[in-house]
């Protein structure tokens, strides 16, 4: 096998390529828009309650839907509270987390032109269906939570 076809694993940066600092500049844009609006949301300067009805499944049944409380946490985020984020609904939270992390990293491969390799690997690695299903996971996981904080305060 050639030098040039062989793998190089030991690389931890890799060039970006002008597209790939194009798109990565607009996710960063992206992400960065959303969390603004999300920082405007929290300093009551945007009415989410306008556009957000209250939840069908807790008027009816009084129990929390899987959803409950994320925009809770989301402006819990938005405010600088992202502890407090994590106790009112974890998956809110931490897709959050995940959104600021990702603008942060798109930031870097935009301004920069690197990107990590191991990053690539992995994803290259990560199948739809797997995220797919741990988003569900985590979803899941954080209306038990909620759920089971729900009925301890009801009882």
């Not at 992206?30 to 306008?50: C, F, H, N, P, S």
């Not at 509270?81 to 990293?105: E, H, K, N, T």
């Not at 269906?129 to 909620?146: E, F, S």
């Amino acid at each position: 096998m050639q030098s040039s076809q062989q793998p190089n694993k030991g690389k931890f940066f890799c060039r970006a390529s002008p597209r790939q600092r194009f798109v990565a500049g607009v996710v960063f844009v992206a992400a960065a828009a959303l969390l603004g609006l999300l920082r405007l949301a929290a300093t009551d300067r945007i009415d989410v309650a306008r556009w957000i009805n209250p939840c069908g499944m807790k008027q009816r049944w009084n129990l929390p839907c899987p959803t409950c409380g994320m925009t809770t946490a989301a402006l819990a985020f938005g405010r600088g509270r992202i502890l407090q984020s994590f106790y009112v609904q974890p998956a809110a939270a931490l897709f959050c987390s995940a959104m600021a992390a990702a603008g942060f990293l798109a930031f870097l491969v935009a301004v920069f032109g690197v990107y990590s390799c191991a990053l690539v690997r992995l994803f290259n690695e990560v199948k739809i269906k797997h995220v797919i299903a741990v988003l569900l996971v985590i979803i899941a996981a954080a209306w038990i939570v909620t759920l089971a904080r729900a009925l301890a305060t009801n009882n």
